[in-house]
């Protein structure tokens, strides 16, 4: 695992670390050495901590102007032990609500497990972002992981599933991705009926 980096084609576009609005404003990633870890595999040292033991992300793009933000994740989602559905939507999604961001788009194909409580950060969550028409989307789940949000009822509040897990995102810029998944949202799949 130590060897998977988040997307890093888009840094020439943007890099949180440098943006003021984020929550990632000033954060620091050692290059050097290796730190962060799930159970006990450490992970490349670009992700970033968001107070989870299990998962990390990296927002690799913002646009202010259309109100969207791209995370990357990777590990472990575990909503039943360490609650980090209230670690991301708390320290990082508030946050950003606060900036205008209302349309998020989460890449999900290194999230590995997924393992829910109750559906009540992510129904809060879709009721901050149906306010200014906005939508929750995770891109590319594995099947697995799939099934298991669908066991947690979150498929009420974030679009997920078929359409959108064969979506090739990496060669295209942010722009374009947000773009597709904003037509098929807006083309009547804001929740898919399993």
Not at 132 to 150: A, P
Request: charged letters at 25%; proline letters at 3%.
């Amino acid at each position: 695992m130590h060897d998977i980096e988040p997307h890093y084609h888009w840094r020439e576009k943007y890099i949180a670390s440098e943006d003021k609005q984020s929550p990632f404003f000033n954060y620091f990633n050692n290059e050097f050495q290796y730190h962060n870890k799930i159970y006990n595999y450490y992970i490349h040292p670009q992700w970033d901590n968001f107070g989870s033991q299990t998962l990390y992300t990296k927002l690799i793009y913002t646009d202010y102007d259309e109100g969207y933000a791209v995370f990357e994740m990777i590990g472990e989602w575990n909503d039943c032990i360490h609650n980090d559905i209230m670690f991301f939507k708390r320290d990082v999604i508030d946050p950003m609500l606060k900036e205008g961001i209302h349309k998020y788009i989460i890449i999900c194909e290194n999230v590995l497990n997924f393992h829910g409580s109750d559906d009540c950060y992510y129904e809060e969550w879709y009721e901050d972002v149906l306010e200014e028409d906005g939508w929750i989307c995770f891109v590319n789940t594995l099947n697995h992981v799939e099934e298991e949000l669908k066991d947690t009822g979150i498929m009420m509040y974030v679009n997920f599933g078929e359409r959108f897990n064969t979506i090739n995102w990496r060669p295209h810029k942010p722009e374009r991705l947000y773009e597709s998944l904003d037509t098929l949202i807006k083309n009547g799949i804001k929740r898919l009926n399993y």
